[in-house]
């Protein structure tokens, strides 16, 4: 049976991908540009986007979506934009009657145990550590706290709180943006090293969300006829 699998990530430098019986064709997720309170921002092209779907009307089609959450801090215009472009997809994607699956980024990537580098599991480690040392010395502090009487000195020990707890999240933040760049780059080195032909599409920095619909479709491929049935029950 020819299987159709299109994989998608779906940020505004995302991809989609899709595997024809085996045969990989990725583009760039199709953007263009308006004008949100008088800023120049992208959005989908959605005419471009059904224009590539339509290819695929009448045909069995596994159509898998990474699903899209908003991001702590996230502001209202950019998580509404988010939601309504993530919307578009989805809704195209039933208009063509395929079968949707969403799937969450985590459950995908335990498919390629290569997007796990050493970088990346000593650095959560360190994230880890260091939030277990947080919650010692926040917890010292604390204590020492309930003990003072002077007004000075309990706003000190306050303000000593304050900055531990600031330049703690600023550090393991800094770390949690490493691991998501080590990430994003084993992606693309993973996507290059699996279609050699075709390496020269993930080499920019801006392409792992590329890279990612490419790996986002094969673990569909590999798990295909589970998928198709879990999606008819």
């Not at 934009?81 to 985590?106: H, M, P, R, W």
């Not at 999240?169 to 279609?195: G, H, P, S």
Request: overall charge positive.
């Amino acid at each position: 049976m020819n299987t159709i699998v299109i994989g998608i990530d779906p940020g505004l430098t995302g991809g989609i991908s899709i595997l024809d019986d085996g045969a990989l064709s990725v583009y760039k997720m199709p953007v263009r540009p308006i004008v949100v309170n008088k800023k120049k921002k992208n959005t989908y092209d959605m005419v471009e986007i059904i224009k590539l779907f339509s290819s695929y009307r009448s045909k069995q089609v596994l159509f898998i979506i990474e699903k899209q959450n908003v991001r702590p801090k996230e502001g209202g215009v950019s998580a509404m934009t988010i939601g309504k472009n993530y919307g578009q997809l989805l809704g195209a994607a039933f208009a063509f009657c395929f079968d949707v699956v969403e799937i969450a980024s985590q459950k995908w990537k335990k498919h390629f145990p290569e997007l796990i580098s050493k970088g990346i599991i000593d650095k959560k480690e360190e994230i880890k550590k260091l939030k277990s040392l947080l919650k010692e010395e926040l917890g010292k502090l604390e204590e020492i706290g309930k003990t003072l009487k002077d007004k000075k000195a309990k706003k000190l020990n306050k303000e000593q709180i304050k900055i531990l707890s600031k330049e703690s999240i600023k550090e393991t933040d800094k770390l949690a943006r490493q691991v998501k760049a080590e990430a994003k780059t084993n992606a693309r080195e993973l996507a290059a090293k699996l279609y050699p032909k075709i390496a020269d599409r993930f080499e920019k920095k801006n392409t792992d969300g590329v890279a990612e619909s490419v790996l986002i479709a094969l673990y569909a491929n590999a798990n295909y006829d589970k998928m198709i049935q879990d999606n008819e029950k």
